[in-house]
Nanobody
Framework: QVQLVESGGGLVQAGGSLRLSCAAS????????MGWFRQAPGKEREFVAA????????YYADSVKGRFTISRENAKNTVYLQMNSLKPEDTGVYYC???????????????????WGQGTQVTVSS
C-alpha cells in the first residue's frame, strides 16, 4: 500500500501564496500519476491538478490554471502544489492522491485514484 501525508496548509490572506507538500511511501512512486483535489464544506471533492510519473505532463482545473503549479521530486517521493494569487473560493481541505497508471483524462477524476492522504486545510480570508 501507499501512504500519503500532506502538509503546508494554513490560513492566508487573499492574494497570498501557499506551498503544499505530499510525502509518499513506497519504492514505485515514479510510476504513479499524482493528483491534488480539494473539498469545501457541503461540496463534492473536486479536481485541482495532476502530474505524470515523470513530471513532464500536467493537468489543471480551469479554476486554478495560471495560479497553481504542480510538481514532483521522485527522488524524494514528494509532490508539491504551489498556490499563488489565492482567492477565498480556494478554501477547502486539500488532498493528495496517487494512481498507478499513466496520466490521462481519468487522472482528473476522484474515483480513479487508489490512494489518498488525510488532507490539509487551506483557508483563504478576504
Amino acid at each position: 500500500q501507499v501512504q500519503l501525508v500532506e502538509s503546508g496548509g494554513g490560513l492566508v490572506q487573499a492574494g497570498g501564496s501557499l506551498r503544499l507538500s505530499c510525502a509518499a511511501s513506497g519504492r514505485t512512486f515514479s510510476t504513479y500519476s499524482m493528483g491534488w483535489f480539494r473539498q469545501a464544506p457541503g461540496k463534492e471533492r473536486e479536481f485541482v491538478a495532476a502530474i505524470s510519473g515523470s513530471g513532464v505532463t500536467t493537468y489543471y482545473a480551469d479554476s486554478v490554471k495560471g495560479r497553481f503549479t504542480i510538481s514532483r521530486e521522485n527522488a524524494k517521493n514528494t509532490v508539491y502544489l504551489q498556490m499563488n494569487s489565492l482567492k477565498p473560493e480556494d478554501t477547502g481541505v486539500y488532498y493528495c492522491a496517487a494512481r498507478p497508471a499513466p496520466l490521462t483524462y481519468f487522472s482528473c477524476k476522484t474515483g480513479n485514484y487508489d490512494y489518498w492522504g488525510q488532507g490539509t486545510q487551506v483557508t483563504v480570508s478576504s
